[in-house]
């Protein structure tokens, strides 16, 4: 009798476990994350790799929400700044936390352009500029389509988005694709991807913020910044660069060997920039996926490697966090977060000098950017 109960009790924990199993075996999960203003639901998509990291996802913004990965000693830590709730993210506190930015990401000058001898007039939402593609329908607002897709590099969500014509006032009907592939070796890969119906200029970016030691540790000032970038930017008052490419030799931007963020930020408390907030012009050799930046903190030993195809990289640093309150009740200081956006220079779309940021038909816009995790 005793055995019979036995097995019984053995074969029913083996059915109640299974379906507990094949969950912590699956590489995306995809759960409901809530409701915006406006009734649309928002999903937060897990991806886990092999280590035992994850990666998350929301359909809101295409937005990179967390990050957790080891110290070196193991230890987990969400490294990206974020909200636990759909309000959060739709709050004032909101400072593009790990959205994909566009249709253009940064500064476009008075919000004008002109395009095969048509002028078209962006929305001022930094005045007197256009910055990140606008205002209720940049795609940092927008849901998103997420689906699951084969990769045999990782685990891999595909969000898509259309962008009528006419929306925030860039033409054309633009179809946009934006990939995160999460590898076993702790790699986050970004993948852009875009088509139009009229030539319109495109830049898209992601605006992840990171604090290594977690989000929500008092400062990013201890981190320490390799930029593989001997030339800059410069920007006037209101931080439209000026057309110049100057080199940031003597001065507080020279990242070109490992330089602590702190070290001479003050120098640039008194700027138009309030800290860091520059393009850099990234060396570059060829057209390939290059290094871009290196990001440490030195205490846990976490490491974020970049490596992009594009010629440039915003380092902002954090300088308008103002203390909001995100994930887990955690407090966001000022410069407690850095964002390194690749992307082409700010207002290119108004520099015939520079790499040109403009899509036509039949034509196809892509980017890769790797956020590779490490510890040292
Ligand atoms: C820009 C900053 C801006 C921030 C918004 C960065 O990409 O360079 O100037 O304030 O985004 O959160």
Known sequence: MKRIQKTVLVVAMFFLMSPLVLIAEEAMTRTPFGRTKTGAPVEKITLTNANGVRAEFLTRGATFCSMNVPDRDGTMADVLLGFDNVAGYESKGNQYFGCTVGRVCNR????????????????????????????????????????????????????????????????????????????????????????????????????????????????????????????????????????????????????????????????????????????????????????????????????????????????YSGNFLFGQKGKQGKTYAHRSAVCLETQHYPDSVNKPQWPSIILRPGEEYRHVCVYAFSVE
């Open 108 to 315: 476009i000058a008075k919000g004008k352009f002109s395009l095969d001898g048509k002028s078209y007039q962006l929305y001022i939402n930094d005045p007197p500029n256009h910055l990140h593609g606008g205002d209720g329908n940049s795609l940092d607002k927008v849901i998103w389509k997420a689906d699951e897709v084969p990769c045999e590099q990782g685990a891999s969500v595909r969000f898509s988005y259309n962008s009528p014509d006419g929306e925030e006032n860039y033409p054309g009907n633009l179809l946009i694709e934006v990939t995160y592939t999460l590898t076993d070796k702790n790699e986050v890969r970004i993948e852009y991807f875009a088509t139009t119906d009229q030539a319109t200029p495109v830049c898209l970016t992601n605006h992840a913020y990171f604090n290594l030691a977690g989000a929500g540790s008092k400062t990013v000032l201890d981190h320490i910044l390799t930029l593989n970038a001997d030339r800059y930017t410069p920007t006037d008052e209101t931080l439209i660069p000026t057309g110049e490419i100057a080199t940031v030799k003597g001065t507080p931007l020279d990242f070109t060997t490992p330089h602590v963020i702190g070290e001479r930020i003050e120098k640039l408390t008194n700027t138009a920039s309030i800290g860091y907030d520059h393009n850099f012009v990234l060396n570059r050799k060829g057209k390939g996926l290059e290094l871009a930046a290196k990001l440490k903190d030195p205490k846990s030993g976490r490491v974020v490697t970049i490596f992009t195809d594009q010629p440039g990289i915003q380092f």
